[in-house]
């Protein structure tokens, strides 16, 4: 056990994976970095140093480079997996599916069941995600609920370090399709992992706090906001559980109800785009299933309906922060008929 | 053609004419309105297929198109499983659930048909690349039409295998129709220029002769099973049927599928081949269209009889486990 960063979480769940089954590989655009180039070979790693280091452990045919050609790669790790190997392929930024999201929604996801159970396609794709660093529209966005949405594929979002480690190799052995989204503002967390690999099972989700009078479910970078938050609160006496669902499919469902049928009272705190995200999805999931039990409406904390801007304060204004969460969670602890 | 032996050559002769017959009968059945869905024919196109696959091991594999069934039954796929399958029975090749678009079978090497034009290629990249990676010595065929050829994703795909130097064959079947628009007008520049643009040798073969796509292919195999990376093959082709069943074909010149069908048959160019050489005898070859249409037909007669999917295979096979 020690302090590692996000970073350092899941590159060592990589590393480790790759170093027990030699049908791992890696690819991406510059994974390794300075294929073919005259300077540093491994010159970054990715484009956020993530899988630096893996190039001169296990070589260029194990790490592979590629061109600026997602359709053509991401499809390649998709048919390498229905072949025998278990691809890790990196789309740098989840905003990038636009021009290859046919091999993984059309392909990928449907194979086993448009072949009659007989495919068995072992891909990861991670993927990074979400608003903060001033990287305007086309490199900030969530998108995990369109992923969500398609039967066929699983989707897990990590929210710490050890979450990530122990999802990561869940992932890698998993024999599904799994996309894998990394929270660029989540990279230089640090907390206490384990050094040796673990797996954290998919579709159980992990409580982080637990009262009685309010259930939050909160996803990625999210959790530990909404957790901050219930910290404070617990001091005015208002008990807050947070959920952290760690997937999105499958989505641990029960656990929720458990919760919001002890505490009557739900907040969905979800940075994904307000319009079908997983903060309507698990409102409306809950109003169908404890309708009953609820003592106030469902509050969803999500940024605007907007792509997310460049300027610094305009972005500071979209992403949904610890002050959005605070508010709504008191909405609907004070909420009386 | 030299190489190929007595048994190959029935081989062929028997994949081709079992190829016809199905596409013949599936086009029949389709106007009875025995056969739910979208079907695409193979009819005409069938030396490539069988030309391309006849020299083919069974780990290599291949990724077909919407027009996928020809190449099923060349990679050796079980034709009664397949009717069934385009009927949408229970047993058939993919449990009902994929149907003739997405008709396929991975234990054959066959990654299937799709319905994504332009969907395969980057899947053979990934092909090619489990088998270098795994030194299985397997090839990988991408089957792509003359719409496919305008996909980014089939480019991409020729650029990746060339960069990664993958054991990968790119096979354009280009039977001038993309849907209705002829690909005279649709594909800019020419396909074997294509492929030397990215570096990798190409050819144009005439698709209805055999044995012209025969070594072809075999060329092309050889030089990736040796590690000297992909090629690209281009072969013209007719096309008998429209692009699906139910397609009034208006845009067909007058008279020209009558023509195609008298003077560019692949079968017919088959057999004046091979018993003019004395490869093989008339005899021989009426034999097995006398087997094949039995077999057709059984395939038929079972399809029809054959039970439907059962409520419960609606939720199975989304995921190994969830």
Not at chain 1, 195 to 205: L, S, T
Not at chain 1, 246 to 272: C, F, K, M, Q, Y
């Amino acid at each position: 056990m020690s302090k590692k960063s996000f970073r350092a979480a899941v590159n060592e769940a990589l590393a480790q994976e790759m170093r027990r089954d030699p049908t791992v590989i890696v690819m991406g655009e510059d994974n390794a970095g300075g294929m073919g180039a005259p300077g540093a070979d491994d010159a970054w790693g990715g484009v956020l140093g993530v899988t630096k280091g893996l190039m001169p452990e296990f070589g260029r045919e194990r790490v592979l480079d590629t061109p600026i050609s997602e359709s053509a790669f991401i499809g390649a790790a998709v048919g390498a997996a229905a072949c025998g190997l278990r691809p890790v392929a990196e789309l740098m930024f989840v905003d990038f599916l636009g021009v290859c999201f046919d091999q993984i929604f059309n392909q990928a996801a449907k194979f086993r069941y448009m072949f009659g159970g007989k495919a068995t396609t072992p891909v990861v794709i991670r993927t990074m995600y979400g608003a903060g660093l001033r990287a305007a529209s086309q490199h900030s966005q969530c998108l995990y609920p369109i992923f969500t949405h398609i039967p066929g594929l699983k989707v897990v979002i990590p929210s710490s370090p050890y979450e990530a480690k122990g999802l990561l190799i869940e992932a890698i052995r998993d024999d599904d399709p799994v996309i894998f989204f990394e929270h660029k503002l989540l990279y230089d967390e640090e907390e206490e992992v384990p050094d040796e690999p673990y797996r954290i099972p998919f579709g159980e989700a992990n409580v982080t706090r637990e009262g009685g009078d309010v259930t939050i479910v909160a996803l990625g970078r999210m959790v530990k906001l909404a957790g901050e938050v219930a910290d404070k609160l617990l001091k005015e006496g208002i008990a807050a559980t947070v959920i952290d669902p760690r997937t999105t499919s499958p989505l641990d469902t029960a656990s929720i109800l458990d919760s919001v049928r002890e505490t009557g009272r739900l907040v969905v705190v979800d940075e994904a785009s307000p319009r079908c995200n997983l903060a309507t999805d698990i409102a409306a999931f809950a109003t169908e299933n404890a309708f009953g039990a609820l003592k106030a409406p469902i509050r969803m904390v999500s940024p605007p309906h907007t792509p997310v801007p460049f300027a610094p304060e305009l972005e500071d204004l979209y992403m949904p922060g610890a002050k959005e969460i605070e508010a709504a969670v008191r909405a609907v602890a004070d909420y009386a008929h | 053609m030299l190489q190929l032996s007595r048994d190959q050559l029935i081989l062929a002769y028997t994949r081709m004419r079992t190829i016809r017959v199905f596409e013949e009968r599936v086009h029949a059945e389709f106007g009875g309105g025995a056969i739910p869905g979208f079907v695409h024919l193979y009819a005409g196109e069938e030396a490539s297929a069988v030309g391309v696959c006849l020299n083919l091991e069974m780990k290599d594999k291949i990724a077909s198109t919407h027009r996928g069934h020809g190449h099923c039954i060349a990679k050796g796929c079980d034709v009664k499983a397949m009717m069934k399958e385009i009927y949408g029975r229970r047993d058939g090749l993919c449990g009902g659930k994929g149907g003739s678009m997405h008709i396929a079978d991975l234990s054959k090497g066959m990654m299937g048909a799709n319905g994504i034009v332009g969907g395969g290629p980057p899947l053979v990249c990934g092909a090619a690349l489990a088998a270098k990676t795994l030194k299985t010595g397997a090839v990988a065929v991408a089957f792509v039409g003359d719409g496919g050829s305008n996909q980014g994703t089939t480019l991409e795909s020729y650029n990746l295998a060339r960069v990664w130097n993958l054991p990968a064959i790119f096979v354009v079947e280009d039977n001038g129709y993309a849907e209705t628009t002829a690909s005279a007008w649709s594909v800019g520049g020419s396909q074997v220029k294509r492929a030397e643009a990215f570096g990798m040798p190409g050819v144009t073969v005439e698709g209805e002769d055999f044995f012209a796509v025969s070594d072809a292919a075999e060329e092309a195999i050889r030089r990736a099973r040796d590690g000297n990376g992909p090629s690209l093959i281009h072969l013209t082709l007719p096309r008998y049927f429209g692009h699906f069943e139910g397609d009034a074909m208006t845009y067909r010149g007058e008279g020209e599928i009558d023509s195609l069908r008298r003077d560019r048959d692949c079968l017919k160019g088959f057999r004046t081949r091979v018993t003019e050489t004395g490869l093989l005898e008339e005899g021989q070859l009426d034999g097995i269209d006398g087997e094949v249409a039995a077999l057709i037909d059984e395939a038929v007669e079972e399809a029809r009889r054959a039970p439907p999917p059962r409520r419960d295979d609606l939720l199975t096979d989304v995921y190994v486990s969830y």
